[in-house]
């Protein structure tokens, strides 16, 4: 129990007060054996029954152990324990519990990737849930946590408690856009640049790129989809094209009511006099959407007019898949937010916050 203010601490408290510091601040070594009863006993102006009360305490804390048999024996100092989360990483995603969903996509990657170079270095990974972790950040540094990644569909509940946490964090490019942190993600520009270069190597002469977009937000709000436009903007521009066509088209979680709307929104850019002879999907997810609608309108896929995907994660019961596809290295990039947090919690990274960008790669069919 703690003195009571504007009380002098008991011979009890001052003992064990001396042996927590002494440790800390290196007077003390683990493995040094603490001097007798009597003589802890009489440094500290107290009776031998106080001092055999403080060891009890210190012997359940871990700082000390007993050396000798029940007749003779001495106490010897521990090494400080480490406390309960040092050096272990909070891994903040909306997938519960670190359950990865039927149907993979960048940020399961990301996770994956993530938790593959964090257990490799050593340490142990907390997977929170947003909600949970924006009330627990603080007790959590206070218990040694390491620091922070973020990653996932769903953060803006964790960015304030983020920013107020003092810990080290690591953030996807494009997630908690108000947070100042490090931040690691794919390199959109040059992905939509490799997707576009290839086609047009493949002799096509009229890109378009199509956006299935369910949400409120247009494409145009969001960073990645403009860095993957203006990359296929430069490839066509650097082969003397016209500008890519763009669609933004209503989508669907259902492949039904998702066809529909393609077959419908997609008519007059698929049956016109000048009508492209690629189409970029933003996601493979889209692919098979846009190939039924090519195929009502009688197109002859990846013949007459060609479909491309981006995200790399192609499932054959999918259905045919498109000519050529970016994979965005995402678990690559799971690995360098790791990285990222290792090099700030160990003072190794600049004082400006750093965003690194991995380069994707084209599949091609």
């Not at 040059?190 to 096509?204: K, N, S």
């Not at 296929?232 to 521009?237: G, L, N, P, W």
Request: hydrophobic fraction near 40%; charged fraction near 20%.
């Amino acid at each position: 129990m703690p003195p009571r203010p504007g009380r002098p601490a008991s011979g009890q408290a001052q003992l064990i007060s001396a042996i927590e510091t002494g440790l800390a601040d290196g007077h003390l070594q683990p493995g040094q054996h603490l001097p007798t009863v009597r003589e802890l006993a009489s440094r500290y102006g107290c009776d031998p029954g106080t001092v055999v009360r403080a060891s009890r305490i210190l012997l359940h804390r871990g700082l000390v152990r007993r050396e000798g048999n029940a007749t003779r024996s001495r106490l010897v100092l521990c090494e400080s324990p480490r406390p309960l989360l040092a050096g272990a990483i909070a891994l903040i995603t909306d997938h519960r519990a670190g359950v990865l969903p039927p149907e993979p996509g960048w940020s399961v990657h990301e996770f994956a990737g993530a938790m593959e170079a964090a257990t490799a270095r050593g340490h142990t990974v907390l997977v929170v849930d947003p909600t949970e972790a924006a009330v627990r950040l603080r007790a959590w540094r206070d218990s040694g946590l390491l620091g922070v990644i973020a990653l996932g569909e769903r953060l803006g509940a964790v960015q304030d408690s983020l920013a107020d946490s003092g810990l080290p964090v690591a953030a996807t490019a494009h997630v908690c856009p108000g947070l100042v942190c490090d931040r690691a993600g794919s390199d959109h520009e040059a992905g939509g640049h490799l997707l576009a270069a290839h086609l047009i190597a493949q002799g096509r002469r009229r890109l378009a790129s199509l956006w299935g977009w369910s949400s409120d937000d247009h494409p145009d709000q969001r960073a990645w989809a403009r860095d993957r436009q203006t990359g296929i903007s430069r490839a066509c521009a650097e082969a003397g094209l016209a500008p890519p066509r763009r669609r933004v088209w209503t989508a669907s979680d259902d492949r039904e009511t998702a066809v529909r709307a393609a077959i419908v929104q997609l008519a007059e850019l698929l049956t016109g006099p000048e009508a492209p002879d690629a189409l970029l999907a933003h996601t493979d997810g889209a692919v098979p959407v846009i190939i039924a609608a090519v195929r009502h309108h009688g197109g002859s896929v990846h013949e007459r007019i060609a479909v491309a995907g981006y995200d790399h994660y192609w499932r054959p019961d999918l259905g045919e898949p498109p000519c050529a596809s970016i994979d965005k290295r995402n678990a690559e990039v799971g690995a360098a937010l790791v990285e990222l947090l290792l090099e700030r919690a160990a003072g190794r990274a600049q004082a400006m916050p750093v965003t690194r960008l991995i380069q994707p790669r084209l599949v091609a069919s």
